[in-house]
Nanobody
């Protein structure tokens, strides 16, 4: 298991940008899938972007071209650079790490989760 701590959320106007960070503690294993989910009240958690142990990335259609997921292996930090934010991007964003991907994102039933960081777009 790993421990995940997100930061970088906040309030921003439409069209703006934020960079979310997720500090990873512990050993994630040789083959992992890390990424970002988001959730709004009353709705299910949706996969946003992921990156695997080989550096392969995967994005939800609704963020393609606007968000970029990356990782700093040495600092053990996962990033989500968001650009051209829209009102619909308002959500709690969660970092997740799992020993495998499911549908392109960290398998939720196997994942460790952070506490979330709120992104509000007005």
């Amino acid at each position: 298991h790993v421990q995940l701590v997100e930061s970088g959320g906040g309030s921003v106007q439409a069209g703006g940008s934020l960079r979310l960070s997720c500090v990873v503690s512990g050993y994630s294993g040789p083959n992992y899938c890390m990424g970002w989910y988001r959730q709004t009240p009353g709705k299910e958690r949706d996969g946003v972007a992921s990156i695997d142990s080989d550096g392969g990335t995967y994005y939800a259609d609704f963020v393609k071209g606007r968000f970029t997921v990356s990782k700093d292996i040495f600092k053990k930090i996962l990033y989500l650079q968001t650009r051209n934010l829209e009102f619909e991007d308002t959500a709690m964003y969660y970092c997740a790490s799992a020993p495998g991907c499911n549908g392109g994102f960290p398998a939720p039933y196997l994942a460790d989760w952070g506490q979330g960081t709120q992104v509000t777009v007005s």
